[in-house]
T-cell receptor, first 114, second 110 residues
Framework: DADVTQTPRNRITKTGKRIMLECSQT?????MYWYRQDPGLGLRLIYY???????NKGEISDGYSVSRQAQAKFSLSLESAIPNQTALYFC?????????????FGPGTRLTVL | KNEVEQSPQNLTAQEGEFITINCSYS?????LHWLQQHPGGGIVSLFM???GKKKHGRLIATINIQEKHSSLHITASHPRDSAVYIC????????????FGTGTSLTVIP
């Protein structure tokens, strides 16, 4: 079984709809991240969490919110989706105890907002 | 502003060729990572470097901290190496921010 899972893997929705992307991990890592990837751009950080009580905005947090329900779960919400949020979304985890913070990525969620 | 720049953006090679992908960065870092993104989208970590050189099979990664530059080399390239290779740095000043390059798309032709 995959260590980092994301649901759904694909989603098509309409402008204005509320969408939640979920991420679960079995690696026991404290740190979790949400990124989006757009063609021609590098991965960009949306939000990150270093433990259940610690949530931080990343480079492009506007229009998004997150919830860290447990160490293993980190959800990303789009309260009112808009077309420029169409992208590939990745969840990642890392182990705070290891130097260099190697990240382990989920398989990605392809979101299309019409 | 791009904290991480990669070159080339696209690379086509014949099977067996030696390949080099370059990464330059502009921020102080605690570590640099090389990632591989498969055509299906999945991303895996290949190397984490803070100094020197690392080798894993046919892959070699080097870093020059003074010059803020890293290279990823693939020896005896194979079609299964076809993927997007992404350089990422962990910035030391913000403590935990990662910056990613836009990736190098490699195609190895049989």
């Amino acid at each position: 079984d995959a260590d980092v899972t994301q649901t759904p893997r694909n989603r098509i929705t309409k402008t204005g709809k509320r969408i939640m992307l979920e991420c679960s991990q079995t690696k026991g890592h404290d740190r979790m991240y949400w990124y989006r990837q757009d063609p021609g751009l590098g991965l960009r950080l949306i939000y990150y969490s270093f433990d259940v009580k610690d949530i931080n905005k990343g480079e492009i947090s506007d229009g998004y919110s997150v919830s860290r329900q447990a160490q293993a779960k980190f959800s990303l919400s789009l309260e009112s989706a808009i077309p420029n949020q169409t992208a590939l979304y990745f969840c990642a985890t890392s182990d705070a105890g290891r130097p260099g913070d190697t990240q382990y990525f989920g398989p990605g969620t392809r979101l299309t907002v019409l | 502003k791009n904290e991480v720049e990669q070159s080339p953006q696209n690379l086509t090679a014949q099977e067996g060729e030696f390949i080099t992908i370059n990464c330059s960065y502009s921020v102080g870092i605690s570590a640099l990572h090389w990632l591989q993104q498969h055509p299906g989208g999945g991303i895996v970590s290949l190397f984490m470097l803070s100094s020197g050189k690392k080798k894993h099979g046919r892959l070699i990664a080097t870093i020059n901290i003074q010059e803020k530059h890293s290279s990823l080399h693939i020896t005896a390239s194979h079609p299964r190496d076809s993927a997007v290779y992404i350089c990422a740095v962990r910035e030391i000043n913000t403590g935990n921010q990662f910056y990613f390059g836009t990736g190098t798309s490699l195609t190895v032709i049989p």
